[in-house]
């Protein structure tokens, strides 16, 4: 289940973004301070183009997912996800949260949202998350793929789309 993000989940958020293992599949790895994010939270909820909401499995809070870009002329938008790592992992509870909240939040995407193009940027040598999305309908878009500089390493990151079914 998806539901938009509250106040009360904004230090679940930055917690669990702040995870070393999540940081990681990031273009942006720094810690995240609660000023940072405070500020990030801020222009997010002033921001008509993104919004931020909390993935309930199980009926607890387990992950955020991200839309951005959200383009209701053009019916696109780009998206990103985090779970609750250190929440999941001890109910053994990890892979059904990652495929349930991609589940969740392309529902959303296409139902709530009503896209025709929901996009993804992925870093290229983050294989998992390729292949779920691969799985799930996701095509590359190559002309979309860029190298950028992460921590002074060259970084692949890959684009991908999903479009909606047509009638």
Sequence with gaps: MLRPAEPRDRENVRRWRNHPEVRAQFLFRDVITPEGHRAWWARVAADPARRVLIYEHEGTAAGAVTFQDHDPVARTAEWGFFLDLDGLRPRNALFGAWIGLEQAAIRYA??????????????????????????????????RHYTTDIDGIPADVLWLELRAPTS
Excluded: M
Excluded at 115 to 142: D, Q, S, Y
């Design 110 to 143: 296409l139902d709530d949202l009503n896209l025709a193009v929901l996009g993804a940027r992925t870093l290229a040598a983050n294989k998992p998350v390729l292949t779920l999305h691969r799985r799930n309908g996701f095509i590359e878009i190559p002309s």
